[in-house]
C-alpha cells in the first residue's frame, strides 16, 4: 500500500459509544495531523505530531483524544461525543513539516 | 475570522475554456500558498504550489498567479477537461521557521468546479 489510509472510512455511533478512528502512512513522513471537515466550513486542523510527540492542540474538546504510538500510525479515540462532531475526519502526514501534506480519504463520522 | 477565502463557492466553465479559482487571504504572515483538488469519497490532492518570492507557478495545463499587495491567488486550468471537475481547495501556510508548530495549513471553504461537455 502507499500513500495515507485511514479506516474506517464510515462510521455511526451514540453518544456514549467509544470508538477510534485510524490512519496509516507509508511515505516515511515524520509529522501527522487530524483534520475535521464540517459542512460547508474549511478544514480545520485538530493535532499535530512529530516524531510521536503532540507539537499542536488546537483547542480540541477532549473528548478527541488522539495517540501516535509510531511514526507511522496515528488514532483518534472518540468517547461521548455530541451530533455537531459529525464530520469528515481527515489524516495528513508530511515530511519534516515542509509541504505539501499528503491526505488519506478520510473517515465520515455520524453521531446519533 | 477566516483568513482564506474563497468566495465562490461554485463555477461551472465549458469544456476547453480556461477555468479560473480565485482566493483572498487576510494573514501577510502567509508565505506559502497550495491549491488542493478533492473528488467526492477521497481526500484533498495536491495539485500545485507557490511561495511568496514568485508572482507565478505553472505546472501542466495548471498556474497559480500570486498578488501579494492584493492578498490574492487565483488557480487557471487551460484548456479545462472533465476530469477537472472537483472540489478545489485553497490553503495558506505560515514560514517553516523552525521547529514543528509553524506549518499549519489554513483552508479556504472550497470551490466546486464543473466542466461542462
Known amino acids: 500500500e502507499t500513500g495515507v489510509t485511514q479506516t474506517p472510512r464510515h462510521l455511526v455511533m451514540g453518544m456514549t459509544n467509544k470508538k477510534s478512528l485510524k490512519c496509516e502512512q507509508h511515505?516515511?513522513?515524520?509529522?501527522m495531523y487530524w483534520y475535521k471537515q464540517s459542512a460547508k466550513k474549511p478544514l480545520e486542523l485538530m493535532f499535530v505530531?512529530?516524531?510521536?510527540?503532540?507539537?499542536e492542540n488546537n483547542s480540541v474538546p477532549s473528548r478527541f483524544s488522539p495517540e501516535c504510538p509510531n511514526s507511522s500510525h496515528l488514532f483518534l479515540h472518540l468517547h461521548t461525543l455530541q451530533p455537531e462532531d459529525s464530520a469528515l475526519y481527515l489524516c495528513?502526514?508530511?515530511?519534516?513539516?515542509?509541504?505539501?501534506?499528503?491526505f488519506g480519504d478520510g473517515t465520515r463520522l455520524s453521531i446519533l | 475570522d477566516q483568513q482564506v477565502k474563497q468566495n465562490s463557492p461554485s463555477l461551472s466553465v465549458q469544456e476547453g475554456r480556461i477555468s479560473i479559482l480565485n482566493c483572498d487571504y487576510t494573514?501577510?504572515?502567509?508565505?506559502?500558498f497550495l491549491w488542493y483538488k478533492k473528488y467526492p469519497a477521497e481526500g484533498p490532492t495536491f495539485l500545485i504550489s507557490?511561495?511568496?518570492?514568485?508572482d507565478k507557478n505553472e505546472d501542466g495545463r495548471f498556474t497559480v498567479f500570486l498578488n501579494k499587495s492584493a492578498k490574492h491567488l487565483s488557480l487557471h486550468i487551460v484548456p479545462s477537461q472533465p476530469g477537472d471537475s472537483a472540489v478545489y481547495f485553497c490553503?495558506?501556510?505560515?514560514?517553516?521557521?523552525?521547529?514543528?508548530?509553524?506549518?499549519?495549513?489554513?483552508f479556504g471553504t472550497g470551490t466546486r468546479l464543473t466542466i461542462i461537455p
Open positions: 495528513a502526514s508530511s515530511q519534516d513539516g515542509v509541504q505539501p501534506q499528503h
Open positions: 505530531y512529530s516524531l510521536e510527540e503532540r507539537v
Open positions: 511515505l516515511g513522513h515524520n509529522a
Open positions: 494573514n501577510s504572515m502567509f508565505d506559502y
Open positions: 507557490i511561495s511568496s518570492i514568485k
Open positions: 490553503a495558506a501556510s505560515p514560514p517553516l521557521i523552525s521547529n514543528f508548530g509553524n506549518e499549519k495549513l489554513t
